[in-house]
């Protein structure tokens, strides 16, 4: 009895000392955690559990030397007060060094909280205002830049006159802005038809519409009211070209799409989708080059300003980091931090083939 | 013009004139807010959606399963919920709070089952009628044709046969009627029948039109509440004109002013009937 309890002792002893002899070795390498408040469920659940797929494809690539970096998701079910509460979590609880947030409905929400906290927030999307203050980037292809696009597609149409149709929704009502306003600057009338999310009744506006007699149409909305939209524009036998910048994609039906083309932002590089469609199945691809950009550079400004300095930078150095970038090749196309912290990128123009959206033009 | 509007008026009242007879024909022996009765429309048209898009059933054979489950739904929220606490003496407001709690029940499990994301119904290829200029689709067509035929049966159901006068009995006093030997609480049961049947049938009617969403239910009861309101509940010529009325409204709304008017119209209309005259149009006056 007494030699088993010496055997266990010396056992216990050396697996002990074993450990130790270890410990020295596997040196402790200092973490970054990144919270990301993204729409994990409700409305638009795929697009955010695309964008979670795409950072932590991200995370997987990056040759990291030095630091470690972890994403927390916290969900926002695609609802604006729960994406306070998500982000205050994050700052909170998980003690996170920085913030990404997905949609224009987020990033508003995130914005004042992470100004106000000094943290570094990147939001995935294209409402400048989110941009305001020295620590909140955003990074989308900017209104302007898809309404250029849109615009001259309306100009080689040989338009005067164009109806937008726009729900009240903060991105769509952005881009119909900018496009009213360039189609202004050029001379041609407008008219604005603006009407609510859950509208489902677009007869009379329709038929007001048509009385008008309109060159183009343009339409700028999400489901329900894209649907009701498109099948009574189809049973009214409407023959006006119909243009739209990203909605579109979002057609549930997608057969009443076919063969239209639209402008839209860039998908991201084709390794990317691919690994995304074989991980998910899914081939709705929005947002998904900008997280995967996001995500990059967020932890490759961390990377480099620790290698420089071997200590975690601060919100402030980062920030600094970030505005200077230039010329950064990300998975959507050559990306350009202006000064106010909003990054640029291009539009392109898609067309519905099979019923998934197809490049057609850079 | 005009007749573009006329027709939408004739379309969209019709729509909420099934949806105002079914809550004011549960309201007749049942009178307090039955939200449920926003759940029973949305399994009419869920329940088409996992017939036919799921389980590869065709229309003819989904539609009529949908109409009856939702008939079967309505008749065993009364017997196991309602009932027993309308025995126990429970006041409207406990059956309402009781209906909201369904009502939410009914919503989340929908979202668990279907997703919270739109879904269609048919699709986009829609298919017309065509009256000399004028097309409209056919499920518009048949939505007008069911508000018309739904008021004729339940008109002559309720003045011109027995159950009716039982019905009615069961409305004006429940206790005279109970003590006269009629069965309320089976006929309550068969009337929760019926106008699940009759709300099941306007959410696959909705369904098939605009799509659908988890929360469509009570936004569909909620129009069909102030229709029969503004129309009055006595008869069922209240609910069924109501509903043209508050469609007339909405419409001049929004050719007069824009789309995102329609829900302030209806609902100063409402507000104006609850204030001046809170038993609708159509309701004679109490002596």
């Known amino acids: 009895m007494f030699k088993k309890l010496i055997l266990s002792l010396c056992l216990v002893l050396a697996l002990g000392a074993c450990k130790?002899?270890?410990?020295?070795?596997?040196?402790?390498?200092?973490?970054?955690?990144?919270?990301?408040?993204?729409?994990?469920?409700?409305?638009?659940?795929?697009?955010?559990?695309?964008?979670?797929?795409?950072?932590?494809?991200?995370?997987?690539?990056?040759?990291?030397?030095?630091?470690?970096?972890?994403?927390?998701?916290?969900?926002?079910?695609?609802e604006s007060k729960r994406a306070a509460v998500a982000a205050n979590k994050l700052i909170h609880v998980d003690k996170v060094d920085a913030l990404i947030s997905w949609s224009s409905m987020s990033g508003n929400v995130v914005s004042p909280i992470a100004d106000k906290m000094k943290m570094i927030h990147f939001a995935i999307c294209n409402d400048d205002r989110v941009a305001e203050g020295k620590y909140n980037f955003t990074h989308f292809t900017p209104s302007q830049k898809l309404a250029e696009k849109l615009v001259k597609q309306i100009e080689d149409k040989g338009a005067q006159k164009v109806a937008l149709f726009a729900v009240y929704q903060p991105a769509l009502q952005k881009h119909t802005d900018e496009v009213e306003r360039m189609l202004k600057e050029k001379g041609l009338k407008t008219e604005r038809f603006n009407f609510s999310m859950d509208n489902l009744d677009f007869d009379?506006?329709?038929?007001?519409?048509?009385?008008?007699?309109?060159?183009?149409?343009?339409?700028?909305?999400?489901?329900?009211?894209?649907?009701?939209?498109?099948?009574?524009?189809?049973?009214?036998?409407?023959?006006?070209?119909?243009?739209?910048?990203?909605?579109?994609?979002?057609?549930?039906?997608?057969?009443?799409?076919?063969?239209?083309?639209?402008?839209?932002?860039?998908?991201?590089?084709?390794?990317?989708?691919?690994?995304?469609?074989?991980?998910?199945?899914?081939?709705?691809?929005?947002?998904?080059?900008?997280?995967?950009?996001?995500?990059?550079?967020?932890?490759?400004?961390?990377?480099?300003?620790?290698?420089?300095?071997?200590?975690?930078?601060?919100?402030?150095?980062?920030?600094?980091?970030?505005?200077?970038?230039?010329?950064?090749?990300?998975?959507?196309?050559?990306?350009?931090?202006?000064?106010?912290?909003?990054?640029?990128?291009?539009?392109?123009?898609?067309?519905?083939?099979?019923?998934?959206?197809?490049?057609?033009?850079? | 013009m005009f007749l573009v509007l006329l027709i939408n008026v004739l379309i969209v009242g019709a729509g909420y004139g099934l949806m105002a007879m079914g809550f004011a024909l549960m309201c007749s022996v049942s009178p307090f807010f039955?939200?449920?009765?926003?759940?029973?429309?949305?399994?009419?048209?869920?329940?088409?959606?996992?017939?036919?898009?799921?389980?590869?059933?065709?229309?003819?054979?989904?539609?009529?399963?949908?109409?009856?489950?939702?008939?079967?739904?309505?008749?065993?929220?009364?017997?196991?919920?309602y009932t027993p606490f309308r025995l126990k003496g429970a006041s409207s407001m406990v059956l309402l709070v009781v209906s909201l709690g369904l009502y939410t029940i009914s919503e989340a499990f929908i979202h668990l089952a279907f997703g919270p994301q739109y879904q269609i119904l048919g699709g986009v290829s829609v298919q017309n009628i065509n009256f000399a200029s004028f097309s409209m689709p056919k499920v518009q067509f048949l939505t007008i044709v069911a508000d018309f035929v739904i008021f004729g049966i339940l008109n002559g159901l309720l003045f011109h046969t027995f159950f009716g006068k039982t019905i009615r009995a069961v409305n004006d006093n429940p206790k005279l009627a109970d003590i006269t030997g009629l069965n309320n609480n089976k006929i309550i049961l068969i009337v929760s029948a019926i106008a699940g049947m009759i709300l099941g049938l306007s959410g696959v009617l909705t369904g098939f039109d605009t799509g659908l969403e988890p929360t469509m239910g009570f936004n569909l009861l909620f129009k069909g509440i102030i229709a029969a309101i503004i129309g009055g509940m006595s008869t069922m010529k209240g609910p069924f004109l109501g509903a043209f009325f508050l469609a007339a409204a909405e419409n001049i709304g929004v050719l007069a002013l824009s789309s995102e008017w329609r829900d302030l119209v209806a609902f100063v209309i409402f507000i104006i009937f609850l204030m001046f005259r809170p038993n609708g149009i159509f309701e004679k006056k109490e002596k």
């Open chain 2, 34 to 81: 039955n939200l449920t009765l926003g759940s029973i429309i949305a399994l009419g048209a869920y329940g088409t959606y996992a017939l036919t898009n799921l389980a590869g059933l065709p229309a003819v054979f989904a539609i009529p399963a949908s109409i009856v489950l939702c008939a079967v739904l309505s008749a065993l929220l009364e017997r196991f919920v």
């Open chain 1, 20 to 78: 130790e002899e270890k410990a020295p070795e596997a040196q402790v390498k200092p973490v970054v955690k990144i919270g990301v408040v993204d729409a994990l469920s409700g409305k638009y659940a795929e697009n955010g559990q695309n964008v979670r797929q795409a950072i932590e494809f991200a995370k997987e690539n990056f040759a990291s030397s030095g630091i470690d970096f972890e994403f927390v998701f916290e969900d926002y079910g695609y």
């Open chain 1, 204 to 362: 009379l506006m329709l038929e007001k519409a048509r009385q008008n007699n309109f060159d183009v149409w343009y339409i700028a909305a999400l489901p329900p009211s894209l649907d009701i939209f498109l099948k009574t524009f189809f049973q009214k036998n409407i023959e006006v070209p119909l243009v739209a910048i990203d909605s579109l994609l979002f057609a549930q039906d997608k057969a009443s799409v076919e063969g239209m083309s639209f402008v839209t932002t860039p998908d991201g590089n084709k390794a990317l989708l691919e690994k995304l469609t074989a991980t998910n199945g899914s081939k709705n691809y929005f947002s998904v080059g900008y997280a995967y950009d996001v995500a990059n550079l967020l932890m490759k400004a961390y990377a480099d300003l620790y290698k420089l300095n071997k200590k975690i930078p601060s919100s402030d150095e980062v920030a600094d980091y970030l505005l200077n970038l230039k010329g950064y090749k990300g998975a959507v196309g050559e990306l350009i931090m202006d000064e106010r912290g909003i990054v640029i990128s291009p539009a392109v123009v898609k067309q519905m083939k099979d019923g998934v959206p197809v490049v057609i033009e850079e």
